[in-house]
Each structure stands twice: as structure tokens, then as C-alpha cells.
């Protein structure tokens, strides 16, 4: 019986000993910093890439005579996706691993004091056709490329168009995808006021009082990464401009066409503007705006 439960802890003492060694093993993905972007490093699926004018010939830790390359694709945006003066860079990048396959991904080089760090890649597909990276709304980016229907050969030419709006985390430095709604839980973390178009639900008074939209759909809010705004409302086009400082949020200069709409809600719907002092983002995928005073928020999705 001795021995047994000697043997049972000397193996339950090597196996924490194990443990505690991977653990503490040192990684090998640094964040290096390099002055041009096509020598910067990248990650692709847990696997640092680091470019040496644009290419990266790496063979595997398997000891695999395969070489692995990577390579600077291009169409290349110039953004700034972190709000800190400096434009970083987005831009296409191809992986071989010694098959058929040729694996194109999206990467960032975000722009910092010293020089360029690069982003983890976001696998977009195998032998698709890329097309364009366009600046989307606020910190977005939206990646633009044509894919092949489910089911069909790899010979057969891309014909399927996609656009894929994405946001960089630049805490972990991987790319979020900005979904076109919120029918699972939102991380508020990753949403922005120019995510999309937000639609007026209702607006909750404290007294108790709740008035809904009498044509839904109509009241929106669209707002520009230039501070300017427009507003839908159920008679006339009205535009304006915002200013946000930390969640505090001003709307100022309001204009709007001339219409007369009978049992319009339009003036309504503009004063609560005029009256919002902050917002906040929910993760039901809603916008929600405080009135001054503690009036009551108004709530748009």
C-alpha cells in the first residue's frame, strides 16, 4: 500500500512539475516594432510572420520540407483605426503551405511612435478573388472579395461578391467582425455610434410616461465620422452636427427642410436631441440617450 501511494505522488508531483513548465514556457510571438510595414510581423493562426520586404519563407517547427510562404498581397488602405493621430495600414496578405491552397487573409499595421506593430490575420478564404479595402464608418473597415457558391469546384472562378465590416482590437490586436444586427448578445466593447443606422424604439420618461414612433422605421440617426450627422424623421430631411467627449454627446445646428406634415413627431423627436447629455450602448444592440436633468432615455437599435 506504501509504495502505491508513493507512486501516486510522486506521479501527481511530476505531473503539476509538467504543468507549471508549459505554463511558464517563454512564447515566441513578440510585438516588434519595424519603420516599414512590409517588414513588420504577423500573426497567421498562433504562427508569427515576420516579412522581410513584403515575403516571409519560413519552414514549420514539424521539420517539414515544406516551405511556408507568406506574402505582401496589397491594396493597401491607409486609416486611422485607433484615434491617435496616425494613419496605420490595412492591407491583403497570402499564405502557401506547399499545397494547391493559396490562403489570403486581412492584417493591420497599426502606426505607432516608434514604428509599425503588426495585427493577428483574419483568415478570409482559399483562392478567393480580392477586391477592394474601403474606409467604413468611424474606426470600420470594410474588406471587399469575390468567393466561390457552397459546393462548387475550386475551378470555378469567384462570382459571389462579399463585404465584410471589421474592427481592430487594438488591445489584442485581432480584427472583430461588425455584425449588420444584434439578434445574439452585443459586446458593447466593439460598438460605435457609426456602426450603422440607428432606429428610434421609444423614449422612457421618469414620470412614467412612454412615447413610441407612430410609423416605425422612420425616425433614424446616421452618423458621420466627420461630426456630422443626419436624421430621418417622418416629414422632413434634417441634417446636423455632433461633438462627443467621452460619453457625453452634443447635438448643435439641427436644420431640416421646410414641410408642413400634419401629427408629425418630428419636432418631438428633435427636442429630445437638444435634451441628451450622454449615452451608453446595451448589449441587447442598443443605443440608449440620457436626458439632461434624468428626464428619461431615449432607446434606438
Known amino acids: 500500500m506504501k509504495k502505491i501511494l508513493l507512486f501516486l505522488a510522486v506521479t501527481v508531483l511530476l505531473l503539476i512539475l509538467v504543468l507549471l513548465a508549459l505554463k511558464n514556457e517563454p512564447s515566441d510571438i513578440q510585438q516588434v516594432i519595424v519603420t516599414d510595414y512590409k517588414d513588420a510581423t504577423y500573426v497567421i493562426d498562433g504562427t508569427p510572420a515576420t516579412l522581410v520586404d513584403g515575403v516571409s519563407e519560413k519552414i514549420p517547427k514539424t521539420n517539414s520540407p515544406v516551405l511556408v510562404t507568406t506574402r505582401y498581397f496589397g491594396?493597401?488602405?491607409?486609416?486611422?483605426?485607433?484615434?491617435?493621430?496616425?494613419?496605420?495600414?490595412?492591407?491583403?496578405?497570402?499564405?502557401?503551405?506547399?499545397?494547391?491552397?493559396s490562403f489570403f487573409y486581412v492584417v493591420a499595421a497599426v502606426n505607432t511612435d516608434d514604428g509599425y506593430i503588426g495585427s493577428e490575420a483574419l483568415f478570409l478564404g482559399d483562392r478567393i478573388a480580392p477586391q477592394t479595402i474601403e474606409s467604413g464608418i468611424g474606426n470600420q473597415i470594410v474588406v471587399n472579395y469575390t468567393e466561390r457558391a457552397a459546393g462548387e469546384p475550386m475551378t470555378t472562378s469567384p462570382s459571389i461578391g462579399v463585404s465584410r465590416r471589421l474592427i481592430l482590437d487594438v488591445r489584442s490586436m485581432q480584427f472583430t467582425e461588425v455584425a449588420a444586427d444584434f439578434e445574439r448578445e452585443a459586446d458593447v466593447n466593439y460598438m460605435a455610434l457609426g456602426m450603422k443606422t440607428w432606429v428610434w424604439q421609444k423614449t422612457e420618461f421618469d414620470d412614467g410616461r412612454i412615447i413610441f414612433p407612430t410609423r416605425e422605421g422612420v425616425f433614424t440617426l446616421l452618423f458621420a465620422d466627420d461630426h456630422l450627422m443626419e436624421v430621418g424623421t417622418d416629414c422632413n430631411n434634417v441634417g446636423g452636427e455632433y461633438t462627443v467627449e467621452n460619453n457625453k454627446i452634443t447635438f448643435t445646428n439641427l436644420r431640416s427642410t421646410l414641410m408642413y406634415c400634419e401629427d408629425s413627431q418630428e419636432a418631438e423627436f428633435l427636442e429630445m436631441l437638444k435634451d441628451t447629455k450622454s449615452f451608453h450602448f446595451t448589449t441587447n444592440g442598443e443605443l440608449f440617450f440620457d436626458l439632461k436633468d434624468n428626464n428619461g432615455t431615449v432607446v434606438l437599435h
Not at 491594396?75 to 491552397?101: A, M, P, W
Request: glycine share 14%.
Open 75 to 101: 491594396n493597401q488602405l491607409f486609416k486611422d483605426i485607433n484615434d491617435d493621430g496616425r494613419d496605420d495600414v490595412i492591407f491583403f496578405l497570402t499564405q502557401e503551405t506547399g499545397g494547391s491552397g
